[in-house]
């Protein structure tokens, strides 16, 4: 079984930056896809961004689109979502996910699924 541990949310001001972790273990991800969901409350979980383990390559929700940058250490079993020009539409429950089918943004193809760690934007 793998898990999935998310931390580095917290609050900040509009046009401030964050970045969140995901630590992953229990098995290899080489052949993974990682992923980064949030969810607002009242609102459908959202997808955010994606990053291939073996090859880096990466996948943005157009709403974070230059925002937002995805990233991950395969030695640490790490994901990373460096977030700048935060807006207060960021708030949400950010969660880290895995899945085995290349760069999806539909959550039902991720397999593991972390906590989730709260991010708070203020204007």
């Known amino acids: 079984q793998v898990q999935l541990v998310e931390s580095g949310g917290g609050l900040v001001q509009a046009g401030g930056s964050l970045r969140l972790s995901c630590a992953a273990s229990g098995r290899t991800f080489s052949s993974y896809t990682m992923g980064w969901f949030r969810q607002a409350p009242g609102k459908e979980r959202e997808f955010v961004a994606a990053?291939?383990?073996?090859?880096?390559?990466?996948y943005y929700a157009d709403s974070v689109k230059g925002r937002f940058t995805i990233s991950r250490d395969n030695a640490k079993n790490t994901v990373y979502l460096q977030m700048d020009s935060l807006k207060p539409e960021d708030t949400a429950v950010y969660y880290c996910?895995?899945?085995?089918?290349?760069?999806?943004?539909?959550?039902?193809?991720?397999?593991?699924w972390g906590q989730g760690t709260q991010v708070t934007v203020s204007s």
């Open positions: 996910a895995a899945g085995r089918v290349y760069l999806v943004r539909e959550s039902r193809f991720y397999d593991y």
């Open positions: 990053i291939s383990w073996n090859s880096g390559n990466t």
